[in-house]
């Protein structure tokens, strides 16, 4: 079946530092993959997304590129700030049989410190 | 905020009772996800509902239910309550665009039980 690994946590960086968070992925076909946030005490934001191969998905400074021959999806910003401190989920999407329920990885919890 | 809304936020209830949460979609999101969080068990799919039909199930136990009424919103069943269902359970609505579902998150109800 489809799985996502992400590299495990915690990571802990300095404001303006570059942000990392591996991902890789097994699936059929030609899945979607994304990035969901989570900050504490809240639900999944969605952060970015890219639905085919080479595509680069980006928001708020983060960016991912849809790797296919690597089947990965690494998260990427030049420089963190305070409030990017966060866990970050890589998820993908099915592309068929009508339902397109995400599967997750196990998250990377981020902190930045100042 | 995402447009997803759930009730409760919170509920703490005893092992042995049933709770039923409830999960409004985005405007005109005719697909509903519910997921559950856990430690143990990180994010996991358990259901989902299209414009009122079952549409896949995941890793749901029998002791768990959902449904999805004429409106469009969901709720989401929990019965015979154990310690082990204590958790965040989201549902999520979803757009599809170019044939790819993009899955929007409610801000999820943590259930505790004692």
């Known amino acids: 079946g489809d799985s996502v690994t992400q590299m495990e946590g915690p990571v802990t960086l300095s404001e303006e530092a570059f942000l990392t968070i591996n991902c890789t992925y097994t699936a059929t076909g030609y899945p979607s993959l994304f990035w969901y946030v989570q900050y504490p005490g809240e639900g999944l934001q969605l952060l970015l997304k890219?639905?085919?191969?080479?595509d680069k998905g980006s928001n708020k400074g983060f960016e991912a590129t849809y790797r296919k021959e690597t089947t990965s999806f690494h998260l990427e910003k030049g420089s963190v700030q305070v409030s990017d401190s966060a866990v970050y989920f890589c998820?993908?999407?099915?592309?068929?049989?009508?339902?397109?329920?995400?599967?997750f990885g196990k998250g990377t919890k981020l902190s930045v410190i100042p | 905020d995402s447009g997803v809304t759930q009730t409760p936020k919170h509920l703490i209830t005893a092992t042995g009772q049933r709770v039923t949460l409830r999960c409004s979609p985005r405007s005109g999101d005719l697909s509903v996800y519910w997921y559950q969080q856990s430690l143990d068990q990180g994010l996991q799919f358990l259901i989902q509902y299209y414009n009122g039909e079952e549409r896949a199930k995941g890793n749901i136990l029998e002791r768990f239910s959902a449904q999805q009424f004429p409106d469009l919103h969901s709720e989401l069943n929990l019965s015979s309550l154990e310690l082990g269902d204590s958790a965040l359970y989201f549902c999520?609505?979803?757009?599809?665009?170019?044939?790819?579902?993009?899955?929007?998150f409610g801000p999820g109800t943590r259930l505790t039980v004692l």
């Open positions: 999520a609505s979803s757009v599809r665009t170019s044939g790819r579902d993009t899955q929007y």
């Open positions: 890219a639905t085919k191969a080479d």
């Open positions: 998820a993908l999407s099915g592309n068929g049989a009508g339902s397109y329920q995400l599967t």
